[in-house]
């Protein structure tokens, strides 16, 4: 566990690097420790985990990395339009509830009408037997602009 990551200003993960990578990143002050590894040191520095930009950088990763996910992201993934009904959506759905650990991920959320999120509940679309109509996907850039 020799890799550190590096994390942007806005706290968006980039990629990882060497712990003497990182430690160079802090001499210069481009970085700064964002979470250390407890009781450990290299000369003044604690060994760092993760380490977080001092400025915000624009990158081209974030394009293979597709788009972060938000809530107003998924309802124009998914054209407004209720996985379960097709009817017009304006809620989230987690397809793995919250309450059971469902994350906030593209391919976990999809767009559905209240009526359906609520009769869905706590339950996945199998249990509550509501099939989706499509498969949640990571949308591309394209996709999320000027919709
Ligand atoms: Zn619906």
């Known amino acids: 566990m020799d890799a550190v990551l590096v994390i942007n200003a806005d706290l968006g993960p980039l990629h990882r690097?060497?712990?003497?990578?990182a430690i160079r990143m802090l001499c210069r002050r481009v970085a700064e420790i964002h979470e250390a590894e407890p009781d450990r040191v290299i000369g003044v520095f604690p060994v760092p985990r993760v380490v977080r930009l001092v400025r915000y950088v624009v990158t081209r990763?974030?394009?293979?990395?597709?788009?972060?996910?938000s809530r107003a992201g998924?309802?124009?993934?998914?054209?407004?339009r209720c996985a379960y009904c097709g009817g017009p959506a304006g809620t989230v759905d987690h397809v793995l509830p919250r309450s059971r650990d469902g994350r906030n991920t593209w391919r976990n959320t999809t767009a559905a009408c209240y009526g359906c999120n609520q009769r869905k509940g706590d339950r996945t679309p199998a249990e509550a037997?509501?099939?989706l109509?499509?498969?949640?996907?990571?949308?591309?850039?394209?996709?999320?602009?000027?919709?």
């Open 17 to 21: 690097v060497t712990v003497q990578h």
């Open 61 to 69: 990763w974030r394009f293979s990395a597709g788009p972060a996910w």
């Open 74 to 80: 998924v309802l124009r993934r998914d054209g407004h």
């Open 129 to 131: 037997g509501m099939p």
């Open 133 to 147: 109509r499509n498969e949640p996907v990571v949308p591309s850039w394209a996709a999320l602009a000027g919709r």
